[in-house]
């Protein structure tokens, strides 16, 4: 009885000091965002939400932010477009060859980051690509792509073909089985993958430290920029607003997908 | 009728499947594709590169003493991070396999939100805590204890480097004690075996295959990562990642630079090959 209540109290003890260790670099910039000062102190020593007001002004952050914004935005949408289409490719593949097809595209997860963005910079360099949008985006959709194709040729049911075949059977043609049929099915899917393209794209900095350029700053990049080299409180304060933005989107999102398999299956499957 | 392994089938799939390759092609392959030549291209201060074929740029990353360092550091820092991460992961997973069904969700939750903060607003969270006068110092000064000097150590990217990783590692050896059946444990307990050794003789084995992968997944990530080194570690602390970063943006030495990333992938690649090999035999002597 005695030696039961031990381990509980240690297994307790144990549980609280992992969440603190993980939670504690969030904790801490949240923080620092309320300072009055324009010191880094934690626990703040006036609040205050002057950073808030200072940040959301200024153009340093808001352009960047609206970068990151829109290319998230593209990227989500070719990622689901493309990885639906992929996805239910990958269901119709005879059984030969298809894992080698498979392995083709979910690649560029295996590959780590700073190989697959310094690669990236060559390449755009030699075809005068470097320090746009378009090459974010390309760089970020190669390594979002293969996510939503996983998740779509996942969560798809499995007696997919089947219900093409009904359909067909009963008299739809390929493209109205395609609409009316495919598309319904893996929809749930599709959304849950597409979502967390736009999450991956937005919170990107390994690729985008390579492929961002004067004409387009992400906001991941800015911050790392001005983490090197100058020290006020604004960084924890964009930190604290992007986080802010994260939880709403998750909130919402939780009621259409589930979050948590999405995760696991991203953490089962390798790198960020 | 459309059915599996019919030809309008196979043709459609092949017809959907084009543009996804298309796009991996001019994003992915052909990028990798031309910087592995690169890499044993000959350097040239004017015009970048040369078109001589070299084993040269590998030569270097395998024998000045820079780069010998960074491999040192390199593999220092990954196996620092990977048992750290293991370590704690274990005994998470555990926790997460014993608690009910509600607990759990509520710790996996935990484990893995901080996945959706981008890994530079952590790096600047732990940059924070372990500053000179960060909390960290102030509340050792509150015991009289201190200060430490963390900020700007390898210990500092130990630490954020376990923390980003954790749930990299937990998540397979949750995964794989959730397949050790039950039976087997309450099998052990009739026949004598204490609790603990039960656990050790018992769960311990059949967890292993789940420790190896979460610890290659830690190893890995934590090999190939810059962000948190170029954040938190000393300017003269030489890692292959670094190192790598440092000879396309400063040097401007690319071939240099390719070498040094494909010598980084091939060592993490080469790891995971012989762990994964000494599990077989390991299993395969033990007959489990």
Do not use: K
């Amino acid at each position: 009885m005695m030696a039961t209540r031990t381990v509980g109290v240690l297994r307790g003890t144990f549980v609280a000091i992992v969440l603190l260790f993980i939670l504690a670099p969030l904790i801490v910039v949240v923080g620092v965002s309320f300072n009055r000062s324009p010191f880094v102190f934690f626990p703040p020593r006036a609040l205050s939400l002057h950073w808030y007001g200072e940040v959301l002004r200024s153009s340093a952050w808001t352009g960047p932010l609206a970068t990151s914004a829109v290319v998230a935005a593209i990227v989500a949408g070719f990622a689901g477009l493309l990885g639906t289409v992929s996805g239910l490719a990958l269901a119709r593949w005879p059984v030969r060859g298809r894992q080698m097809i498979e392995l083709a595209l979910l690649a560029p997860i295996f590959i780590p980051g700073i190989l697959t963005g310094m690669a990236l910079l060559f390449w755009l360099g030699r075809l005068q690509l470097v320090g746009g949008l378009a090459g974010l985006v390309l760089g970020h959709l190669v390594i979002t792509v293969p996510y939503v194709v996983r998740t779509v040729y996942g969560g798809m049911p499995g007696n997919l073909m089947d219900l093409e075949a009904a359909a067909a059977t009963l008299g739809a043609g390929p493209v109205r089985t395609f609409v009316r049929v495919s598309v319904p099915l893996v929809l749930p899917a599709v959304s849950a993958g597409t979502f967390f393209a736009f999450l991956l794209s937005f919170d990107n900095v390994t690729i985008s430290l390579f492929l961002a350029g004067p004409r387009a700053v992400t906001l991941p990049v800015q911050i790392f920029n001005y983490v090197q080299f100058s020290n006020d409180p604004s960084v924890a304060a964009i930190s604290t607003v992007l986080m802010l933005a994260t939880v709403v989107a998750l909130l919402g999102a939780e009621r259409f997908i589930s979050v948590r398999q999405l995760v696991s299956r991203r953490t089962l499957g390798g790198r960020a | 009728m459309a059915g599996v392994g019919d030809d309008g089938t196979r043709a459609r799939a092949v017809l959907l499947i084009v543009p996804i390759l298309v796009v991996l092609t001019l994003g992915f392959y052909a990028p990798l594709g031309f910087f592995l030549a690169l890499s044993f291209l000959r350097y040239d201060p004017a015009h970048l590169y040369l078109h001589q074929w070299t084993f040269a740029n590998y030569h270097v990353v395998l024998a000045e003493s820079t780069y010998r360092l960074g491999l040192f550091n390199t593999l220092r820092l990954a196996l620092a991070v990977a048992a750290c991460t293991v370590v704690l992961g274990y005994g998470i997973a555990v926790v997460l396999w014993r608690s009910t069904p509600g607990w759990r969700n509520v710790l996996i939750t935990a484990l893995i939100a901080p996945l959706f903060v981008s890994v530079i607003i952590r790096t600047y969270g732990w940059l924070i805590i372990f500053d000179n006068r960060g909390p960290l110092n102030e509340m050792l000064r509150w015991f009289s204890l201190g200060p430490l000097h963390i900020r700007s150590t390898l210990t500092a990217v130990v630490v954020a480097l376990t923390e980003v990783e954790l749930p990299f590692a937990t998540l397979p050896i949750f995964a794989a004690l959730s397949q050790v059946d039950r039976a087997l444990v309450e099998a052990a307990a009739t026949l004598g075996e204490p609790p603990l050794r039960a656990f050790a003789r018992v769960v311990v084995p059949l967890s292993l295959p789940g420790v190896v992968t979460g610890g290659i997944l830690a190893f890995s990530l934590a090999a190939s990562s810059f962000v948190e080194p170029l954040v938190l570690a000393p300017p003269n602390l030489f890692l292959l990642a670094t190192l790598a970063y440092d000879d396309i943006n400063q040097v401007l030495n690319w071939p240099l630079g390719a070498a040094t990333g494909f010598f980084l992938f091939a060592v993490a690649l080469l790891l995971t090959a012989v762990s994964v090999g000494a599990l077989r035999l390991t299993r395969g002597g033990r007959m489990v």
